[in-house]
């Protein structure tokens, strides 16, 4: 099996997690627990977004929430934009990273941002060029519904690369392929992924799954294959977009560090802390959380008479 040494997983439980969650998280809590995240070892984590209250109410704090976080050293902290006001509110507290999201397809894109593609675009265009003019830092663009989408079904792979080729175009600085709702199956995954890193080989590419059909693991496998390094998963494997039907959450940040680590490719992550402070989201938010080695412990924890049965 052909497969790095070493990979990045990004949380962005804070932001695609608590995005999804209806009771609002007081601000104290998420500060909480992205300063708790931040001491285990990410390179980069999206502790919130900048888009519209009334859209998203859980996200109404997204400047307090960057203004109390600790700044660990080796980590860029990332926000979530929509649009040109998103971007200028995020730049405003002096985040490291900006991503600006927009769908693959149509619907979704009308359903999520209120808006065609082809102005998501010009917004993307936007907010790269505001970015660089305000102390140059990079803006990461997400294509969401990479792999299908919830009102359409199949999204051809010509017109994701074609999307992809556009934003590397106005400079983004890397991109993210999302599947928003969990509709990505791992030989989908290698495909779309090796014809990308065969147009695009020195392109920083991150891939971001949702665990509806419980495929996300073998989805990670697949893009681990195709040589994708940058992997984006939910602390308690909380999450989805408030604006697609049957959403559910991310991979699970502990459940893929401990799978990756379980396969000997290093993530310089603590993952003890990491289900320390799994077990503290779930006090915050009150139930428990969708994560695997939350329930199951990890593989390594097997206590000897556990063997007898
Ligand atoms: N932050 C704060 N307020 C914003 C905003 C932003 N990024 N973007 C727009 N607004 C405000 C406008 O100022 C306006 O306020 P007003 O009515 O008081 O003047 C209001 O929202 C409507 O603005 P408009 O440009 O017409 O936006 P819209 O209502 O069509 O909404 C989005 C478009 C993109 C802003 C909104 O749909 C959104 O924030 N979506 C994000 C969805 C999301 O988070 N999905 C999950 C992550 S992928
Ligand atoms: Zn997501």
């Known amino acids: 099996m052909r497969l790095p040494t070493a990979v990045n997983v990004f949380d962005v439980g804070c932001r695609d997690g608590f995005q999804m969650e209806k009771q609002f998280i007081p601000t104290s809590e998420k500060v909480a627990i992205v300063n708790r995240l931040a001491r285990l070892g990410f390179r980069k984590m999206e502790i919130t977004s900048f888009v519209s209250p009334r859209a998203v109410p859980q996200m109404q704090d997204a400047a307090l929430v960057v203004a109390g976080a600790e700044r660990v050293a080796g980590v860029t902290y990332a926000a979530l934009v929509p649009n040109m006001k998103g971007a200028q509110r995020a730049l405003e507290t002096g985040v490291d990273e900006l991503n ?23 917004n993307v265009a936007d907010v790269i060029s505001l970015a660089r003019d305000q102390g140059g830092k990079p803006v990461n663009v997400s294509l969401a519904t990479s792999f299908g989408c919830p009102f359409e079904g199949e999204v051809p792979r010509e017109r994701v690369l074609k999307l992809a080729r556009e934003a590397l175009a106005m400079g983004a600085a890397s991109l993210s392929f999302a599947d928003t709702t969990g509709m990505a199956n791992p030989r989908q995954v290698y495909e779309l992924l090796g014809s990308f890193r065969d147009q695009f080989p020195d392109v920083q590419v991150t891939l971001h799954f949702h665990n509806t059909r419980a495929m996300g693991m073998a989805n990670i496998l697949a893009g681990l294959q195709a040589g994708v390094t940058n992997f984006d998963a939910a602390l308690g494997g909380l999450g989805g977009c408030p604006f ?6 991310n991979v699970a940040t502990e459940d893929v560090v401990h799978m990756l680590e379980e396969m000997g490719i290093s993530t310089g992550i603590d993952l003890d802390g990491l289900l320390e402070t799994a077990r503290y989201l779930e006090k915050v938010i009150g139930r428990t ?15 000897p008479l556990a063997c007898e049965q």
């Open 100 to 122: 600006v999201v927009f769908s693959v397809s149509e619907s979704h894109n009308r359903a999520n941002l209120r808006m065609p593609v082809a102005d998501s675009l010009k």
């Open 244 to 249: 697609a039907p049957g959403a559910s959450g």
């Open 289 to 303: 959380l969708p994560g695997q080695i939350m329930k199951a412990g990890k593989v390594k924890d097997l206590h």
